[in-house]
């Protein structure tokens, strides 16, 4: 199936500094998701983005729905220890409420 | 608060077993789904169901089957369990655009 691109891979930060990824695709979507995955658990929805430009924060979290419709950035700031996992963006096409596409993840670890 | 569950956490079963994965959601959701996530693959859609008694082939469906005699409840089957069925397994549900997940159930065939 189609996948999205996402990046960085990974990120190693120090506590306190702000942390951005993104997700690419060539693809338009109508509907952009961003979850996060701890070891040994399932994703958990952070954001949902739902109209191009939209932009929706959730604490110290801030996702893009991008202007294209093809991408989608998620900012995190003052990063803290807790905020360690695999973030995941997926996308949703036009006519489908079931197939999402997914990203392969970014791994974020946070250094105290 | 939507609450996905997975009836076990870890599993291990041997070569040629019959294994049966449960998912229960209690949000009413018409639609359900069932993933499993391999490093390197990223998360891949086994099948769905959009309503009681119905099914759809995800993106890889060979090995599996699934049942849905509830709309609560959403089961996934391994007919004859093999060594590269070993995997991570996600439920999920979703009334509309969003998908809710469960806590997922490690499975491990040997």
């Known amino acids: 199936g189609q996948q999205l691109n996402q990046s960085p891979q990974s990120m190693f930060i120090q506590e306190g500094e702000d942390v951005s990824m993104n997700c690419t695709s060539s693809?338009?979507?109508?509907?952009w998701l961003w979850y996060k995955q701890e070891p040994g658990e399932g994703p958990v929805l952070l954001i949902a983005?739902?109209?191009?430009?939209e932009l929706t924060s959730n604490g110290r979290l801030t996702a893009q729905f991008g202007i294209t419709r093809k991408d989608s950035f998620l900012n995190i700031s003052a990063s803290i220890p807790s905020d360690v996992g695999i973030y995941f963006c997926?996308?949703?096409?036009?006519?489908?409420?079931?197939?999402?596409?997914f990203g392969k993840g970014t791994l974020l670890t946070v250094n105290p | 608060d939507v609450k996905v569950t997975q009836s076990s956490r870890y599993l291990v079963k041997r070569t040629g077993e019959k294994v049966f994965l449960e998912c229960v959601q209690d949000?009413?959701?018409?639609?359900m789904f069932w993933y499993r996530q391999d490093p390197g693959l990223g998360l891949r859609l086994i099948y769905f169901?959009?309503?009681?008694?119905?099914?759809e082939k995800g993106d890889i469906p060979e090995g599996y089957s699934v049942s849905r005699e509830k709309k609560e409840r959403f089961s996934l089957i391994l007919e004859s369990a093999s060594t590269n069925q070993t995997s991570m397994y996600l439920c999920?549900?979703?009334?509309?655009?969003?998908?809710?997940f469960g806590p997922g159930t490690r499975l491990t065939v040997t």
């Open positions: 997926a996308g949703l096409r036009g006519g489908s409420n079931y197939k999402l596409t």
């Open positions: 983005l739902y109209k191009a430009g």
């Open positions: 693809s338009i979507f109508n509907t």
């Open positions: 169901s959009y309503d009681v008694k119905m099914k």
């Open positions: 949000m009413d959701h018409e639609n």
């Open positions: 999920a549900s979703s009334l509309s655009r969003v998908k809710y």
